[in-house]
Each structure stands twice: as structure tokens, then as C-alpha cells.
Nanobody, 123 residues
């Protein structure tokens, strides 16, 4: 079982930046996929970025060129650097981990451990 705790959310103006971090603890040895998804009020959950244990990274089209996902295996942390934030990026951002390989498109159905989320506001 893996525990995920996010941090780094907050409120920024359009065009601003935030860096989210996810700390994983517990049995992390069989994590093959980690990523971030987001959920805004009235909208469906959306995969934002994913990285698998090979280091393969995928992004949602809506964030390509603006967001960067990175993982520190030694520290068991997953970061999401978000630049050029837009009001449409406002959402609860949730860290996810799973024991099978995934991409941003399969992140939600291939991850079984989710954190509590961190709120991002852009206005």
C-alpha cells in the first residue's frame, strides 16, 4: 500500500507558475506509473501528466509546453512544474500511482492509489 501526499497548491494570477509536489511513502517498490490528474467543479477528471518507471512521459495536449513532470526516485517524490497558468488550469490536482505501466490517457484507470489533492486557483 502506498500513501501519497500532495503539496504546493495555491492561488496565482494568469501567466504565473506553481510547483506541485507529491511525496510517496509505504510500499513503493512496485510503482510503475505515477502522474497527476485534475478535477474542476462540473468537469470530468482529466489526466494531466504521467511518467512510468522507464521514464516515459506523456502530457495532456492542454498542458504540453507549459507543464513539466519529474520524479526523484531516491526521494520518492513526484513534481509538477506548472508555468503560464491559465484560468482553465484551476482545479484540484491529485497525485496518482499504480503498479502497471500507464500514459496520461490511461492514468485514471491504471492507478489505484490517489492522494488527497492540492487546490490550484488561477485568477
Amino acid at each position: 500500500h502506498v500513501q501519497l501526499v500532495e503539496s504546493g497548491g495555491g492561488s496565482v494570477q494568469p501567466g504565473g507558475s506553481l510547483r506541485l509536489s507529491c511525496a510517496a511513502s509505504g510500499y513503493t517498490y512496485d510503482i510503475y506509473c505515477m502522474g497527476w490528474f485534475r478535477q474542476a467543479p462540473g468537469k470530468e477528471r482529466e489526466g494531466v501528466a504521467a511518467i512510468d518507471s522507464y521514464g516515459t512521459i506523456t502530457y495532456a495536449d492542454s498542458v504540453k509546453g507549459r507543464f513539466t513532470i519529474s520524479k526523484d526516485a531516491a526521494k520518492n517524490t513526484l513534481d509538477l512544474q506548472m508555468n503560464s497558468l491559465e484560468p482553465e488550469d484551476a482545479a484540484m490536482y491529485i497525485c496518482a500511482a499504480g503498479s502497471t505501466y500507464c500514459s496520461v490517457d490511461t492514468l485514471l484507470r491504471r492507478t489505484s492509489q490517489w492522494g488527497g489533492g492540492t487546490q490550484v486557483t488561477v485568477s
